[in-house]
């Protein structure tokens, strides 16, 4: 018998792993003793060693000439049928390791790995650092040597993002550090690496920012081409707004890039491999050339396949522009062939007609570097059907639809009035501080000041003035007042007369953050907007793209339902579904507003600017625009199933960015003053006739009642009225006015909006009393207010009112 607490019963028998321990009692059974932690550590780590040897055994060193190999990527129109294949090769010619210059491999080991020379290649911390985040789910991060750089470069073609993937990554870096010399790793990253634009490798990349060979490169482009290594989306100086119209625009990335490239050489001199006195001589940023589109996609097809590349790489999750480019994709795109060909017939024609580059008017030349741009969308989903990016994708680079820099000029107004019936304007009566908790819904019968040179105030009724205490008197076209003395005109008219003075005091008294908020709801981007604090900024000094006014128009005909322009429904990679669009509108605005809206524009199209955008049977709203100085002209308009824009401007494509610049357009196509009611909406005409044809002429909606009458006689700060009648609001004709305002009939007396009446072939100034359409009210480049409080100032304000083709409209 054994004593209390002892083992009971015969000796256990002897296990090869004692545990829980047999000969202990309680919680000493449970700790392990020091021989079994040593077996199990020597188990472990030898099983480690086993498994690393075997990996570093199995896996080879990278051949240079074999990675990131292409394959095609095919798309295909919305029908169906294949538009183009492109792909297939790499962008990337090999180049000896004595062709690269010194001061491109210096300026690498600057930027990215100071210790290159040195090290074995791998960085321990980096790759912990790499496997701790994936293992939590977030995104896999690059080697962080030049070394493992080249090797996940290398290894491109397998777009696993596993773990598995990491270590062989691992060590295929640790058996390159130590059998491969470090000039071969160098001359290997460099080929392989991607800069941008398209371009693998160093030579490729001086082919592509600097149309020269890789071993002219001087330090300092070597320097700037170093720094598009970290991310060409953002370091490319050129921009990728496109891809991210915030914080990858030309101004940022130019900004972004030049600070990177003076930091990389500073480093350099640090460093010891560039002397201050060569320092001393780079001190002027190395612009490169502007970036050249696929040569072998000509035509409209170029442009398309860049905006299904860039919808790719915003919607694909883990997409990049390296995977994309490596090829295998699939890609079911939203263009119609027939609308493609249709608009780009339509543009043609205007240009084949009009447009003569020689042509020199008062010693000169106007119609040199004219552009156009359009983009047709579907207003139910938001599908892009058609663009006009360009004459050729393989001559001029910027996709016109999708990224111009011109000003949309009194195509805005339209936003103006959405955010006035949606948010209301403020109550003069409680002043600065309570003002905001008061609004006033307006109706579209809502009584605005016309007078030419009338003087803006803030919504309380005082003076607005800017930093510098100056006033601002704004003009309407060719000096232009309406319905005097009392000057009074409703929101409608003032609409379709484009009438500067009364949309200025109307987006003062919403509030100017109301009215960006509007044309956000709408479909309009943060990176789209000018200052938003001056009064100008209602009258359209902001600078979207055609597929984004398009977009936000289609918004107002799907009665408030806002759809994100999209051009690509599907994609493939190798066979493997891995994108597929799904819709996903948004509430922009109460139907009432935005069927309110159409009811407004209607008329601009019925009566106004815009008459000749009119489709016999069927309705179609819109909005014409033009900007100070004539530097762009617009016309935005819909039918119930399709939102078209177009814009003409001339763009002085020059290859240095500093040096681009939009050019006035006084004379050009034999107009003495370019208008939206004329080329573009001719153009718009034209090819909206045939898009809609064999369509069913769907009507609007019947606009419901919506806010109240508010007036202002004399002043133009609104005050409430009585909620206005069903009749008073909304009528689907516009109501009489004082003022002698243009007729629609066909009497052989020139219409006030026809273009076409003695409008081309020579002065161009229509051959009316309503003036030539002179640069009064117009847009400016710097929305800067009047230094006087004299009528008739044109700065800082929007489009043209009035005038021949309408001015602003």
């Given at each position: 018998?054994?004593?209390?607490?002892?083992?009971?019963?015969?000796?256990?028998?002897?296990?090869?792993?004692?545990?829980?321990?047999?000969?202990?009692?309680?919680?000493?059974?449970?700790?392990?003793?020091?021989?079994?932690?040593?077996?199990?550590?020597?188990?472990?780590?030898?099983?480690?060693?086993?498994?690393?040897?075997?990996?570093?055994?199995?896996?080879?060193?990278?051949?240079?000439?074999?990675?990131?190999?292409?394959?095609?990527?095919?798309?295909?129109?919305?029908?169906?049928?294949?538009?183009?294949?492109?792909?297939?090769?790499?962008?990337?010619?090999?180049?000896?390791?004595?062709?690269?210059?010194?001061?491109?491999?210096?300026?690498?080991?600057?930027?990215?790995?100071?210790?290159?020379?040195?090290?074995?290649?791998?960085?321990?911390?980096?790759?912990?650092?790499?496997?701790?985040?994936?293992?939590?789910?977030?995104?896999?991060?690059?080697?962080?040597?030049?070394?493992?750089?080249?090797?996940?470069?290398?290894?491109?073609?397998?777009?696993?993002?596993?773990?598995?993937?990491?270590?062989?990554?691992?060590?295929?870096?640790?058996?390159?550090?130590?059998?491969?010399?470090?000039?071969?790793?160098?001359?290997?990253?460099?080929?392989?690496?991607?800069?941008?634009?398209?371009?693998?490798?160093?030579?490729?990349?001086?082919?592509?920012?600097?149309?020269?060979?890789?071993?002219?490169?001087?330090?300092?482009?070597?320097?700037?081409?170093?720094?598009?290594?970290?991310?060409?989306?953002?370091?490319?100086?050129?921009?990728?707004?496109?891809?991210?119209?915030?914080?990858?625009?030309?101004?940022?990335?130019?900004?972004?890039?030049?600070?990177?490239?003076?930091?990389?050489?500073?480093?350099?001199?640090?460093?010891?491999?560039?002397?201050?006195?060569?320092?001393?001589?780079?001190?002027?940023?190395?612009?490169?050339?502007?970036?050249?589109?696929?040569?072998?996609?000509?035509?409209?097809?170029?442009?398309?396949?860049?905006?299904?590349?860039?919808?790719?790489?915003?919607?694909?999750?883990?997409?990049?522009?390296?995977?994309?480019?490596?090829?295998?994709?699939?890609?079911?795109?939203?263009?119609?062939?027939?609308?493609?060909?249709?608009?780009?017939?339509?543009?043609?024609?205007?240009?084949?007609?009009n447009i003569d580059p020689k042509r020199v008017v008062n010693g000169k030349h106007t119609?040199?570097?004219?552009?156009?741009?359009?983009?047709?969308?579907?207003?139910?989903?938001?599908?892009?059907?058609?663009?006009?990016?360009?004459?050729?994708?393989?001559?001029?680079?910027?996709?016109?639809?999708?990224?111009?820099?011109?000003?949309?000029?009194?195509?805005?107004?339209?936003?103006?009035?959405?955010?006035?019936?949606?948010?209301?304007?403020?109550?003069?009566?409680?002043?600065?501080?309570?003002?905001?908790?008061?609004?006033?819904?307006?109706?579209?019968?809502?009584?605005?000041?016309?007078?030419?040179?009338?003087?803006?105030?803030?919504?309380?009724?005082?003076?607005?003035?800017?930093?510098?205490?100056?006033?601002?008197?704004?003009?309407?076209?060719?000096?232009?007042?309406?319905?005097?003395?009392?000057?009074?005109?409703?929101?409608?008219?003032?609409?379709?007369?484009?009438?500067?003075?009364?949309?200025?005091?109307?987006?003062?008294?919403?509030?100017?953050?109301?009215?960006?908020?509007?044309?956000?709801?709408?479909?309009?981007?943060?990176?789209?907007?000018?200052?938003?604090?001056?009064?100008?900024?209602?009258?359209?000094?902001?600078?979207?793209?055609?597929?984004?006014?398009?977009?936000?128009?289609?918004?107002?005909?799907?009665?408030?339902?806002?759809?994100?322009?999209?051009?690509?429904?599907?994609?493939?990679?190798?066979?493997?579904?891995?994108?597929?669009?799904?819709?996903?509108?948004?509430?922009?605005?109460?139907?009432?507003?935005?069927?309110?809206?159409?009811?407004?524009?209607?008329?601009?199209?019925?009566?106004?600017?815009?008459?000749?955008?009119?489709?016999?049977?069927?309705?179609?709203?819109?909005?014409?625009?033009?900007?100070?100085?004539?530097?762009?002209?617009?016309?935005?308009?819909?039918?119930?199933?399709?939102?078209?824009?177009?814009?003409?401007?001339?763009?002085?494509?020059?290859?240095?960015?500093?040096?681009?610049?939009?050019?006035?357009?006084?004379?050009?196509?034999?107009?003495?003053?370019?208008?939206?009611?004329?080329?573009?909406?001719?153009?718009?005409?034209?090819y909206m006739a045939g898009a809609m044809a064999g369509l069913p002429k769907l009507p609007?909606?019947?606009?419901?009642?919506?806010?109240?009458?508010?007036?202002?006689?004399?002043?133009?700060?609104?005050?409430?009225?009585?909620?206005?009648?069903?009749?008073?609001?909304?009528?689907?004709?516009?109501?009489?006015?004082?003022?002698?305002?243009?007729?629609?009939?066909?009497?052989?007396?020139?219409?006030?909006?026809?273009?076409?009446?003695?409008?081309?072939?020579g002065n161009g100034n229509g051959g009316n009393g309503g003036g030539a359409g002179g640069?009064?009210?117009?847009?400016?480049?710097?929305?800067?207010?009047?230094?006087?409080?004299?009528?008739?100032?044109?700065?800082?304000?929007?489009?043209?009112?009035?005038?021949?083709?309408?001015?602003?409209?």
């Amino acid at each position: 018998m054994v004593g209390a607490g002892g083992p009971q019963g015969p000796p256990k028998k002897k296990r090869f792993i004692d545990y829980p321990r047999a000969y202990k009692q309680g919680w000493r059974r449970w700790v392990p003793s020091w021989r079994l932690v040593t077996g199990t550590c020597v188990t472990f780590f030898g099983g480690l060693l086993a498994v690393a040897g075997i990996s570093y055994a199995m896996v080879g060193v990278p051949d240079i000439a074999k990675t990131a190999q292409a394959q095609n990527n095919v798309y295909y129109w919305a029908d169906g049928s294949q538009m183009v294949a492109t792909g297939g090769e790499t962008n990337r010619q090999i180049i000896k390791y004595a062709d690269i210059p010194k001061a491109m491999r210096y300026a690498v080991m600057s930027a990215e790995n100071k210790t290159f020379e040195t090290d074995k290649g791998v960085d321990p911390m980096g790759i912990a650092r790499a496997l701790f985040n994936m293992a939590k789910g977030g995104e896999t991060q690059g080697g962080s040597t030049i070394t493992q750089q080249y090797v996940k470069n290398a290894m491109l073609n397998d777009q696993s993002q596993t773990i598995s993937r990491k270590f062989k990554e691992l060590f295929v870096a640790i058996k390159v550090g130590q059998t491969v010399p470090k000039d071969q790793v160098m001359a290997g990253y460099l080929n392989s690496a991607y800069y941008g634009r398209g371009a693998y490798g160093i030579q490729a990349a001086a082919r592509a920012y600097y149309n020269t060979d890789a071993s002219k490169l001087n330090p300092s482009q070597c320097a700037l081409l170093a720094a598009t290594l970290k991310g060409a989306t953002y370091y490319d100086p050129a921009g990728s707004p496109e891809i991210d119209p915030v914080n990858a625009t030309e101004a940022k990335n130019h900004a972004r890039a030049e600070a990177r490239w003076s930091w990389i050489l500073d480093q350099e001199v640090k460093n010891k491999w560039l002397s201050p006195q060569e320092r001393a001589q780079y001190t002027k940023f190395p612009e490169p050339g502007a970036p050249h589109a696929n040569s072998r996609l000509g035509g409209q097809i170029g442009y398309l396949v860049h905006l299904a590349n860039v919808d790719i790489l915003k919607s694909v999750p883990g997409m990049t522009r390296q995977k994309l480019e490596l090829g295998g994709y699939e890609v079911h795109t939203t263009f119609d062939k027939s609308l493609v060909n249709k608009l780009q017939k339509s543009v043609q024609s205007v240009y084949d007609k009009n447009i003569d580059p020689k042509r020199v008017v008062n010693g000169k030349h106007t119609d040199t570097n004219v552009q156009f741009g359009g983009a047709s969308i579907d207003t139910s989903t938001g599908a892009i059907k058609a663009i006009y990016g360009g004459k050729d994708a393989t001559k001029h680079y910027m996709n016109n639809a999708d990224v111009t820099g011109a000003q949309v000029g009194s195509t805005f107004k339209a936003f103006v009035l959405a955010a006035a019936m949606k948010y209301g304007v403020r109550d003069p009566d409680l002043g600065p501080d309570q003002g905001e908790s008061s609004r006033t819904i307006v109706s579209p019968k809502s009584l605005y000041s016309g007078k030419n040179g009338l003087k803006i105030r803030n919504y309380d009724g005082t003076i607005w003035k800017n930093k510098e205490g100056k006033e601002w008197n704004q003009t309407n076209d060719e000096h232009e007042s309406f319905n005097p003395p009392s000057y009074q005109i409703d929101l409608r008219e003032a609409m379709r007369e484009s009438v500067n003075s009364a949309y200025v005091q109307l987006g003062m008294d919403v509030g100017l953050d109301k009215v960006k908020e509007a044309a956000m709801s709408a479909g309009l981007l943060e990176g789209n907007f000018a200052d938003s604090s001056y009064p100008s900024f209602s009258l359209g000094t902001s600078d979207p793209s055609a597929i984004r006014m398009a977009d936000a128009y289609a918004t107002f005909a799907n009665s408030g339902q806002q759809n994100e322009p999209y051009s690509v429904t599907l994609v493939k990679h190798e066979g493997e579904k891995v994108y597929e669009h799904k819709k996903a509108p948004k509430s922009a605005f109460d139907p009432k507003v935005a069927d309110n809206v159409t009811n407004v524009l209607k008329t601009v199209v019925d009566k106004g600017t815009g008459t000749h955008a009119r489709l016999p049977g069927r309705d179609v709203a819109g909005k014409t625009g033009t900007t100070d100085g004539n530097k762009s002209a617009w016309f935005v308009g819909y039918t119930k199933q399709l939102s078209t824009a177009v814009t003409m401007f001339r763009f002085n494509d020059d290859a240095n960015a500093k040096n681009r610049k939009f050019q006035e357009m006084y004379g050009t196509g034999g107009m003495k003053k370019v208008f939206g009611a004329s080329f573009p909406t001719k153009i718009w005409h034209d090819y909206m006739a045939g898009a809609m044809a064999g369509l069913p002429k769907l009507p609007f909606p019947t606009p419901q009642p919506i806010g109240k009458v508010v007036g202002a006689s004399p002043s133009p700060s609104p005050t409430p009225s009585v909620t206005a009648s069903p009749s008073d609001t909304a009528p689907v004709s516009p109501s009489a006015t004082p003022s002698s305002q243009p007729s629609p009939s066909t009497s052989q007396t020139c219409s006030k909006w026809d273009w076409t009446c003695n409008g081309t072939g020579g002065n161009g100034n229509g051959g009316n009393g309503g003036g030539a359409g002179g640069t009064t009210g117009g847009v400016t480049s710097s929305p800067s207010p009047s230094p006087s409080d004299t009528t008739g100032n044109t700065r800082g304000n929007g489009n043209s009112g009035g005038g021949l083709f309408g001015g602003g409209g």
